[in-house]
């Protein structure tokens, strides 16, 4: 698997078991498992599901909402519209990312790191340009990381495992050529704080064949350092001498590289790239080093 954009439809496509489906503007690549048969049936009504389930999320441009299907089966089903006239030019040419996205579900899987599993992957055209890309995937009793640690009176006892899940589960990542892209706490999960964390949200996901560049790596811890400490600033139960950035940088780069098959990066450069890209960009109780705007 790799970055080819341009074919990663047809990759999916041709993973065992995985069968093509069309109805107008709708165009759908299923994966085998328990929906495939229902979704075969149903997958010209997307919208409708979106518009009736459970609404998850709403913006300006994506939607999600969980569905409950005969059998018993919940579904969670995205829909990421078009958002500008460059984007509609660019999808002219290339497969909406939801197939980027399912491809890299697969690789995550490879990984040993649990993902929500995909049902079904499509877009839908008029005229060729294209309207919006839907990606279907199993419906997770999950919570994720960014609410535990915003949200909980003891979090502030259980951020060392924390740190080391997310820590491990970017090495495992990257130990299979895998760059998230925006691996914040958000998008990391458990199903129970003494569960393996899992990873969803790849929207921004690129493959290589062999180790992901020095330079991602760093930026991909930057981020989750930067989000541990914007999302503890929210919960007044953590102390003031928990927001120590060089301690936190420590203690991640020390276990990623304790499950990485490379040396982690310095951690003078995780902390430059935590503050430069995305602390000094928010107004935050602390400095971390540098100005805060």
């Not at 341009?6 to 993973?15: I, K, Y």
């Not at 992957?121 to 340009?129: P, S």
């Not at 997310?166 to 569960?195: C, E, I, M, Q, S």
Request: proline share 6%; glycine share 6%.
């Amino acid at each position: 698997m790799s970055t080819d954009y341009f074919h990663c439809r047809e990759s999916f496509l041709a993973l065992p078991g995985v069968r093509e489906v069309s109805n107008g503007q709708y165009r759908f690549a299923l994966a085998p498992g328990p929906t495939q048969d229902y979704l075969a049936e149903h997958f010209a009504e997307v919208d409708a599901m979106i518009r009736d389930g459970n609404r998850a999320k709403a913006s300006v441009t994506s939607s999600a909402a969980v569905c409950a299907i005969p059998g018993g089966e919940k579904i969670f089903v995205k829909r990421n519209g078009v958002s500008s006239l460059k984007f509609v030019v660019r999808y002219f040419f290339l497969p909406a990312r939801v197939f980027r996205a399912a491809l890299a579900a697969v690789r995550v899987e490879e990984a040993g790191v649990p993902t929500p599993r995909v049902f079904a992957v499509g877009e839908k055209r008029r005229a060729h340009f294209l309207l919006a890309g839907y990606l279907i995937t199993e419906a997770m009793d999950a919570c994720d990381l960014m609410s535990y640690v915003i949200d909980r009176p003891d979090a502030p006892a259980g951020m060392p495992a924390v740190i080391r899940e997310a820590a491990r589960v970017a090495a495992a990542l990257h130990n299979h050529g895998f760059y998230h892209g925006d691996l914040k706490l958000v998008n990391l999960y458990r199903t129970a704080d003494d569960a393996p964390c899992g990873v969803w949200d790849l929207d921004s996901a690129q493959i290589f064949p062999d180790e992901v560049p020095h330079p991602l790596v760093v930026r991909e811890l930057g981020r989750i350092v930067s989000s541990i400490l914007i999302f503890a600033e929210q919960n007044p139960a953590f102390p003031d001498d928990f927001f120590d950035l060089n301690r936190i940088v420590q203690d991640l780069t020390e276990a990623y590289s304790a499950a990485s098959k490379t040396a982690a990066p310095a951690a003078s450069e995780v902390m430059a790239a935590a503050h430069t890209h995305w602390l000094s960009k928010r107004k935050l109780r602390f400095d971390y080093g540098g100005q805060t705007s």
